[in-house]
């Protein structure tokens, strides 16, 4: 499981990497998910592709501009892919591994040493724009890690090659 920032552990841990198996297996139990929409299974399984086999802690911020509902979609599909009330369990799939890596989401848009809430109620930690409407996904072992590698958007091509069944 993720630790808090301010844990002492963070600046001792170094993650060690899940097999090539476990990564198909966790590709898998993202596939099979009937909390995520296919739009959703694509954003996940490519930034989990990105972290290097859970090494690399990565951010990714989708715009509403470009991705509108479906960026919506990818920060609901997630939290339900995690959380207790959904049918995925990826957080229970996780701890079987040798990781402390998450998947999480928030509102807003990422930026460097944090990110800005856009929720209504959200306040950011330090003066900065709000920009409404945007969502940044995790995969990280620090919950809403400030200091993750953050991706560049994927191209449509990059997302439509994913296989979700």
């Known amino acids: 499981m993720a630790f808090f ?11 060690t990497p899940i097999s090539a198996t476990q990564v198909e297996a966790l590709e898998a139990c993202i596939r099979a998910s009937p909390d995520a929409s296919p739009f959703a299974k694509r954003v996940i ?23 509108g509902e479906s960026a919506r979609s990818v920060a609901f599909s997630a939290h339900d892919m995690v959380s207790a009330n959904g049918r995925t369990h990826l957080d229970q799939v996780l701890r079987k591994g ?10 807003g848009q990422f930026v460097f040493d944090g990110y800005t809430h856009s929720g209504p109620t959200g306040l950011p930690a330090k ?3 709000v920009e409404r409407g945007w969502k940044t996904l995790w995969w ?26």
């Open 45 to 67: 399984i490519w930034m989990l592709r990105q972290t290097e086999r859970l090494t690399i802690p990565v951010a990714l911020s989708l715009p509403p501009e470009l991705y």
């Open 127 to 129: 003066p900065r724009p």
């Open 5 to 15: 920032r301010d844990d002492p552990k963070v600046a001792t841990y170094v993650p």
């Open 98 to 107: 040798t990781t402390q890596f998450h998947l999480m989401g928030h509102d």
């Open 140 to 165: 990280s072992y620090v919950w809403y890690d400030h200091h993750p590698r953050l991706l560049r958007l994927p191209s449509r091509e990059q997302l439509a090659a994913i296989d979700v069944g």
